[in-house]
């Protein structure tokens, strides 16, 4: 609700460079709270913000009591805090908020261990803003590598059916050849690499296929935290998984291919002109 509450003003500051107020402050109300609560943590953001004092309104302390229920990996239990890198986008699909496609629009924080995305946290703010007034707005999906995903009906595409989700506003003459290399049934364009994972998770796309150098870290870190905890498989189009240490760029420059199931179908239909392309 208080994300929701955010998202309320909008400044566009060039065609193609849509940044919002909401942004700025669901960014700052994520890292001031969990930077409150484990200051030792690295936390990187897509919004670069000065550095000043946050709204006490902001801070968010509260936990999820589900969560703390949750028994974790024997794996997890000697980690420390200041081994974890937490990547944020606040608002993913920026463009498509702007233009009131709201089912679009997630907030992803996923969190990585020696370089490895081994959670995250995927909210849509505005989850059955079409179904009524009495609907429930609003969902969080979480999920933890070794323990699984939760807060959704985990649903795959029809055996045999092969669907593509890809950019709704980002697309170019390379990621049309790559998605006609692999036959598709059908195409499915949408905003928010948080919202393709969901596709790829409630049976909408067997696969996300995005050739081009446009998704960055915090695009990609908790949507394959939750994508990977389920079984699925995430890496760029070379088969190259990702880095998220702290000092690692944060372009994902050879783009991103991702499935629920069948990651070596499309894998292998990845043309070698796309691969010459997009340089890891």
Not at 62 to 87: C, H, M
Not at 201 to 218: L, M
Request: charged share 20%.
């Amino acid at each position: 609700a208080a994300l929701t509450l955010l998202a309320i003003s909008v400044l566009q500051t060039g065609a193609n460079d849509l940044q919002t107020a909401a942004d700025r402050l669901v960014q700052q109300s994520i890292c001031a709270s969990l930077a409150r609560t484990f200051p030792r943590l690295t936390i990187i953001g897509e919004e670069d913000l000065p550095s000043e004092d946050v709204s006490e309104e902001l801070i968010e302390t509260g936990a999820s009591e589900e969560i703390l229920k949750t028994t974790f990996p024997s794996q997890y239990n000697n980690i420390k805090e200041e081994e974890l890198v937490v990547w944020v986008d606040p608002l993913d699909g920026t463009k498509e908020y702007t233009e009131g496609l709201l089912d679009h629009v997630t907030v992803l924080i996923g969190i990585a261990y020696e370089g490895k995305a081994i959670a995250g946290v995927i909210n849509q703010p505005y989850y059955n803003y079409q179904a009524g007034g009495n609907a429930v707005l609003g969902r969080t999906i979480w999920g933890v590598l070794g323990i699984g995903a939760f807060g959704f009906k985990l649903k795959e595409v029809p055996e045999g059916q092969h669907i593509i989700t890809t950019t709704r506003s980002h697309s170019s003459k390379l990621v049309n050849d790559c998605i006609a290399a692999m036959n598709p049934d059908k195409v499915v364009r949408v905003g928010g690499a948080g919202n393709k994972i969901i596709q790829l998770i409630e049976g909408q796309a067997s696969a996300y296929v995005f050739a081009s150098p446009g998704c960055k870290k915090w695009d990609t870190c908790a949507p394959e935290a939750i994508l990977h905890a389920v079984g699925g498989k995430l890496t760029d189009m070379h088969g190259n998984t990702f880095d998220y240490h702290k000092d690692v760029k944060h372009m994902n420059s050879a783009g991103v291919l991702a499935a629920l199931r069948n990651y070596n179908y499309y894998a292998s239909r990845v043309p070698e002109s796309v691969k010459q392309a997009l340089v890891p």
